[in-house]
């Protein structure tokens, strides 16, 4: 099939006689503004930082508990991630990216940067392909009065004593950094993190620790309080003098012996240090909820149980809407412009895909109540079954999961073609043989009604091709869909992955366990073919290139009716190659059509001394194009459809 503009779609260049409307646009621009106060020396850098990052730094630094606390959100938030993209190239380049820039390692700099100073500053060098993490201490944002980003600064010196010789500013373009802001204030250039509004909790907490320390360090070593002489009567001073000069050198060694007039206790301060720890305690506890983490994460030991988890449920909430926020800043300021220096316009999808122990346990719990039920439909039992088989991690579970665990009768008698227990014995009367039809009414005629059709009347249509030119043929040029003039490829090609993306390939995909005994496949392996004929389509590969990667990735079984086998599994990649590409051609093609406002759509096959009875007489035939049954009518069918004009 050759599409040109005439034939295609028509005359396409119509004059419409009308006016052109003078009405106002309706939208318009913000009006809300900001107002920054501005760092203008030794130039304009831009927002003055809301409190000193440099003061967070040392704290993160100095104070053990909050070096933790930090770190153990990174861990939470940082684990394996995952990177979907639509086409092959794409997927490629942000992998090498990841290998090549220790990308994990960097994020954790990143994220551990924001949540310290509220601020992340991460640059990003698509030409060297490198990302480096910025100290937030020395960067500024420069903003319009409309709040929008104009520019990043960096400034490296001292702003109260400015020295040309070591001061230096350098500035960023917006697209040149993501900026990660943690706790964000409505119209604020910056974020505030999370130990900001902690500070002077936390400096209670270590000045109460340190006095602490003193008084521990007081009382192990013993202090001993001496009496001097009887009660009412008066003591030389010097007796006193001396005796104090005596127990400066007192060591384990020493013993002593005095008369009645001298009295000597060791001191007792009772329960004094309970008094600091219960307030060090209740620091703790105000510092766990200014920074919303469990309090057992600081070490706290005494929590109930039912506390503790609704404590980590909470924080786990938080960890996942954090996660989200990280997602999308990563896929619209790093993956994005990296894919745009390579010529690329693709969609990116960044997820962390690794749930925890916990939810992992619970859903695991859910799913294995939910199999109890016995009245459980068999799609929905095996839908669960997989699902606990995905997060147990067992690889291949469809495959052992494609058999009942009790054969029924119906099973029994599907299998050994024996009548079940009261059915009649009678055998059945032969089955009529189905016509082909001559309409567009009926939806993918091959698949519906018998999948040894197309081999019981012997079809030749594929054979028109020699097993050479299969082998080297592209696919646009095996689907007969090549560009012309006033008609992009581009277009169709976007209609035909619309189709890949939601089909729900009704006639491979097994809904029950039977059809998967029978050879249908599960949902992991239509997956998996959903993606091989997507990077096929993008990137036009041969066809025998197509066939390879189905039988390399998916899991194909022999094709039973009846208990017999109709289809060879090792036929199976060349059969589905060859059938689902037209397929999916021709369903984009025609939405193309129905996008340019064509109505009739004439069949039109590969007609050759081999085309079969099916195609032969479906040829020439005219169809309303709300109504066709498109292309293949049969397994390796070559047939498409052509517009009608009038």
Not at 192 to 209: F, K, P, S
Not at 248 to 261: A, G, H
Not at 459 to 474: A, F, G, H, K, V
Not at 600 to 620: F, H, M, P, Y
């Amino acid at each position: 099939m050759k599409l040109n503009l005439p034939r295609l779609f028509g005359n396409t260049e119509k004059i419409t006689q009308g006016y052109i409307s003078t009405k106002k646009k309706v939208n318009e621009d913000f009006k809300g503004e900001v107002n920054d106060p501005q760092v203008t020396f030794p130039k304009s850098l831009g927002a003055e930082h809301p409190f000193s990052f440099e003061d967070m730094e040392k704290i993160y630094k100095s104070v053990g508990v909050i070096t933790g606390a930090i770190n153990k959100i990174t861990d939470s938030i940082v684990g394996d991630f995952a990177v979907k993209t639509k086409k092959k190239q794409s997927e490629k380049i942000i992998n090498d990216f990841i290998k090549n820039t220790n990308f994990t390692s960097v994020l954790r700099e990143w994220i551990r940067e924001g949540f310290t100073k509220g601020n992340g500053f991460l640059e990003l060098d698509v030409q060297g392909k490198g990302i480096q993490v910025l100290n937030a201490n020395n960067m500024y944002v420069k903003r319009s009065k409309k709040g929008k980003i104009l520019e990043y600064n960096m400034f490296v010196g001292n702003l109260n004593r400015i020295s040309a010789n070591k001061s230096t500013v350098n500035t960023f373009n917006p697209n040149q950094i993501a900026h990660l802001r943690i706790n964000k204030i409505a119209g604020e250039p910056y974020g505030i993190g999370i130990i900001y509004q902690n500070e002077r909790t936390i400096e209670n907490m270590v000045l109460n620790e340190q006095e602490l320390q003193k008084l521990i360090s007081r009382k192990a070593g013993a202090p001993i309080h001496v009496t001097v002489g009887r009660e009412g009567e008066t003591v030389n001073p010097d007796d006193v003098d001396n005796f104090n000069q005596n127990l400066q050198y007192i060591n384990n060694r020493t013993e002593w012996v005095t008369d009645s007039n001298v009295k000597m206790n060791v001191l007792d301060f009772g329960q004094i240090g309970k008094n600091y720890t219960d307030v060090l305690d209740h620091d703790m506890l105000v510092i766990a909820f200014g920074m919303e983490i469990p309090i057992v994460l600081f070490g706290g030991g005494n929590i109930p149980e039912g506390l503790a988890k609704a404590q980590s449920e909470i924080f786990q909430r938080k960890i996942s809407a954090i996660q989200e926020e990280i997602e999308s800043i990563i896929e619209e300021r790093i993956f994005k412009p990296l894919l745009e220096y390579n010529g690329i316009d693709d969609d990116v999808e960044f997820s962390w895909n690794l749930p925890g122990e916990e939810e992992i346990n619970n859903r695991i719990d859910r799913l294995s109540k939910l199999l109890e039920n016995m009245n459980l439909s068999e799609p929905l039992r095996r839908m669960c079954e997989l699902e606990i088989a995905k997060l147990l991690n067992i690889e291949d579970a469809a495959n052992y999961l494609s058999k009942p665990e009790k054969e029924t009768d119906e099973d029994k008698a599907n299998r050994t073609g024996q009548p079940q227990p009261g059915q009649d014995t009678k055998p059945p009367e032969p089955e009529e043989p189905v016509e082909p039809p001559k309409t567009g009414e009926d939806n993918n005629f091959y698949y519906k009604h018998k999948l040894d059709l197309h081999q019981n009347q012997k079809c030749t249509c594929e054979e028109s091709l020699t097993s050479e030119q299969y082998n080297n043929m592209p696919l646009l040029e095996f689907v007969n869909l090549k560009e012309a003039k006033g008609y992009s490829y581009s277009e169709l090609l976007d209609n035909i992955l619309k189709k890949l993306k939601i089909d729900k390939f009704e006639y491979l995909a097994a809904t029950t366990r039977k059809e998967l005994a029978d050879g249908k496949l599960p949902d992991t392996e239509i997956d998996k073919l959903r993606g091989i004929l997507e990077s096929g389509f993008e990137e036009n590969k041969t066809m025998k290139e197509i066939e390879s990667e189905i039988k390399k990735k998916v899991s194909l079984k022999d094709v039973k009716k009846d208990g017999k086998v109709i289809v060879d599994a090792a036929k199976r990649p060349n059969l589905i190659a060859r059938t689902e590409t037209i397929r999916f051609a021709n369903l984009g093609l025609v939405d193309t059509y129905k996008d340019h406002g064509i109505k009739k759509v004439r069949w039109q096959a590969a007609v050759s001394e081999r085309t079969c009875d099916i195609c032969n007489d479906l040829d020439g035939q005219v169809f309303d194009i709300d109504t066709v049954s498109a292309p293949p009518k049969h397994i390796k069918c070559r047939c498409t459809l052509l517009s009608v004009l009038k």
